[in-house]
């Protein structure tokens, strides 16, 4: 059976997969400037500019001494999934992050973008207190890329700030730990999207596909300064937005040599079977583990493990391996971005994080989704809402 939400995700990975190819495009914002304040980014002096709040652009180490002795850079993996978490979804999840432990004896985690529509916000509270980083991809997803492209500072703070205000009531999620965004089809809207996310309090945005800096790859870095990365998905911003960080999405390379920002994306993996997948997903790895050791990113849908008998095994089987490794670590991009403050060589950290204990309620609720007058079943902590959800009445009253 092929659910509409199959078909939107198909489209969408057709147009991730045009996008990561396309050369970049000047697009003009039409958008007014709401915000006075902002001004435009100067290029990036190293001497100007330090951690632990400031990174130039570009694949330099993250300490200038660490040269010479990159073997001893600890080699952090993020892995990100997109869009809902619902039942099924989430089995998979816990299959795979289930005894994952990490060399400091810490569990390994991923980080979860999340859009609202058929959520299971249950199961969200779940990955939350089993570690996992709850992250935004809007309450809407809209509908396609227009919609991002164009839109207003005011747009994407009620996407995303809607969405805060559903993650604390329905799942429980405190507010302060949500830190990061993601732009539904990756697309951004220049400054807007950067100045939105930094008057919601988010403290980075993972959405931003690179090419050109794969190889040696691109470390995260913040917009106090002009970014030096590839605009790929157009408009990308150039006013400065002090001490808030991109993570960039450096893109895996496919069999046919194409980029593909999302393993989803990729056009051309390898056969269905464990070896050839296992040995693909290597191959991208030692680009970042044998060079510099720029976070690796492994980012998809959990749509992607129902593409091939053997993907879901190959992906499992591919991570436990590099659990065997001493020195590489997997966990959300805000704690990647925590050692990326301060790094060190070795031990990345000195403790383990403290993992929530909020309580969750479970209730099935059965509630009418206003615009269209459609039933939806939500599941959700503690109290149901009267209506669905959504953008301007995200408490659903
Ligand atoms: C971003 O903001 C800067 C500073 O105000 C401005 O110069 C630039 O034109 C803006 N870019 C876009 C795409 O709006
Ligand atoms: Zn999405």
């Known amino acids: 059976m092929k659910s509409i939400s199959t078909w939107l995700l198909i489209g969408l990975l057709l147009v991730l997969a045009i996008t990561s190819q396309a050369k970049p495009k000047k697009t003009k914002n039409k958008q007014k400037q709401i915000d006075g304040e902002l001004v435009k980014a100067e290029s990036c002096k190293a001497a100007n500019c330090k951690l632990p709040d400031c990174r130039c652009s570009g694949v330099t180490l993250p300490r200038s001494k660490f040269a010479g002795q990159e073997k001893e850079i600890p080699q952090f993996v993020t892995i990100t999934f997109d869009d809902a978490v619902n039942v099924v979804?989430?089995?998979?999840?816990?299959?795979?992050?289930?005894?994952?432990?990490?060399?400091?004896?810490?569990?390994?985690?991923?980080?979860?973008?999340?859009?609202?529509?058929?959520?299971?916000?249950?199961?969200?509270?779940a990955l939350y207190n089993a570690g996992h980083e709850i992250a935004l991809h809007s309450v809407s997803h809209g509908d396609g890329t227009d919609y991002w492209r164009k839109a207003d500072v005011a747009t994407i703070e009620k996407e995303f700030g809607n969405q805060l205000d559903i993650l604390e009531t329905f799942a429980k999620v405190d507010r302060k730990s949500v830190r990061g965004m993601r732009l539904p089809f990756l697309q951004i809207s220049g400054n807007n999207t950067f100045e939105a996310a930094r008057r919601l309090g988010l403290t980075y945005d993972s959405s931003w596909p690179t090419q050109q800096f794969k190889d040696p790859a691109m470390w995260p870095y913040t917009l106090d300064y002009l970014s030096e990365q590839d605009c790929q998905i157009g408009p990308c911003p150039d006013a400065s937005i002090p001490g808030f960080w991109v993570n960039p999405m450096v893109t895996w390379t496919d069999l046919e040599g194409y980029s593909c920002s999302m393993i989803d994306a990729c056009v051309y993996p390898p056969e269905d079977n464990i070896d050839d997948l296992v040995d693909w997903m290597m191959e991208n790895f030692n680009r970042h583990y044998e060079g510099n050791r720029a976070p690796f990113g492994m980012y998809l849908h959990a749509a992607?493990?129902?593409?091939?008998?053997?993907?879901?095994?190959?992906?499992?089987?591919?991570?436990?391996?590099?659990t065997t490794y001493p020195d590489v670590y997997l966990t959300s991009i805000s704690r990647m971005l925590e050692y990326v403050k301060k790094p060190v060589l070795g031990k990345p950290f000195k403790k383990c994080p403290i993992l929530p204990?909020?309580?969750?309620?479970?209730?099935?609720?059965?509630?009418?989704k206003v615009s269209t007058g459609e039933e939806r079943y939500m599941s959700v902590c503690d109290k149901c809402p009267t209506v669905y959800p959504w953008l301007d009445n995200p408490l659903g009253q």
């Open 357 to 368: 204990t909020t309580e969750c309620q479970a209730r099935q609720c059965n509630v009418r």
């Open 304 to 322: 992607w493990f129902a593409r091939g008998r053997n993907y879901f095994a190959a992906f499992r089987k591919f991570i436990h391996k590099l």
């Open 89 to 125: 979804n989430y089995a998979q999840y816990e299959l795979l992050f289930n005894d994952l432990t990490n060399p400091d004896g810490c569990p390994a985690s991923g980080t979860f973008f999340l859009s609202h529509e058929y959520t299971d916000y249950t199961r969200v509270n």
